[in-house]
């Protein structure tokens, strides 16, 4: 079956500007998370959702970035006013929910903020 | 707050040498940890998962092994190929099920 789907692959914004970042996830998965890889900072946990809520959003930078989830499906990551280390790829995992299961990511979204 | 080292940060060897990546973390306290492959400009793909119950898995030319105690995961690579060349990261998974990474492991099987 399709595997976990993020869009756009690539964002070219400039600074100030808000984005939309999108994740589908694997059909079923009730568990999605955001992770996002940079350069100096490797690979962080931004956000955990189980159906359409949230309890874990200790990794969120700052209040600039936002994340919802409808349909205990589709989640959009939102970052308004960008900053240049935004700049990083984005990734999205899905899982089915229970709590040793695995996690399975998707292509990422690379973000340039300019 | 937890910790994932990964040692060496980078291994370049020849094709059919077998080969070891460690991974070490300062929490025992983790649900199960999680084994990646990452190609230069793709996302993750998952190569192996331990729960924190088991010992080892296996898949293939991959053995993954765990030491709660000792806070260390190894990941064996028999008779590697350069089609092995990646980077391999390990992620133990905490409460609230989020993944804590290491570094990563930057491999280069030459032919």
């Known amino acids: 079956g399709a595997g976990v789907s993020q869009s756009p692959s690539n964002k070219v914004t400039e600074k100030g500007k808000d984005v939309e970042l999108r994740c589908d996830p694997i059909?079923?998965?009730?568990?999605l998370y955001w992770y996002r890889q940079s350069l100096g900072q490797g690979l962080e946990f931004l956000i955990y959702?189980?159906?359409?809520?949230?309890?874990?959003k200790s990794g969120l930078p700052s209040d600039r970035f936002s994340a919802e989830r409808t349909g205990g499906s589709v989640s959009t990551l939102t970052i308004q006013r960008t900053q240049q280390e935004d700049s990083a790829v984005y990734l999205c995992?899905?899982?089915?929910?229970?709590?040793?299961?695995?996690?399975?990511f998707g292509p990422g979204t690379r973000l340039t903020v300019t | 707050k937890q910790e994932v080292t990964q040692i060496p940060a980078a291994l370049s060897v020849p094709e059919g040498e077998n080969l070891v990546l460690n991974c070490s973390f300062t929490?025992?306290?983790?649900?199960?940890l999680q084994w990646f492959r990452q190609d230069p400009g793709k996302g993750l793909t998952s190569l192996l998962l331990?729960?924190?119950?088991?010992r080892e898995q296996t898949s293939g030319r991959l053995n993954a092994s765990l030491d709660k105690s000792s806070g260390r995961s190894t990941l064996y690579i028999a008779a590697s190929q350069p089609g092995d060349s990646a980077t391999y990261l390990c992620?133990?998974?905490?409460?609230?099920?989020?993944?804590?990474f290491g570094t990563g492991t930057r491999l280069l099987v030459s032919p």
């Open positions: 929490d025992s306290a983790i649900y199960n």
């Open positions: 992620a133990a998974k905490t409460g609230f099920q989020k993944l804590v």
């Open positions: 995992a899905s899982s089915a929910g229970q709590m040793l299961g695995e996690q399975y």
């Open positions: 059909s079923g998965h009730t568990a």
């Open positions: 331990i729960q924190s119950s088991q």
């Open positions: 959702f189980q159906g359409n809520s949230a309890p874990d």
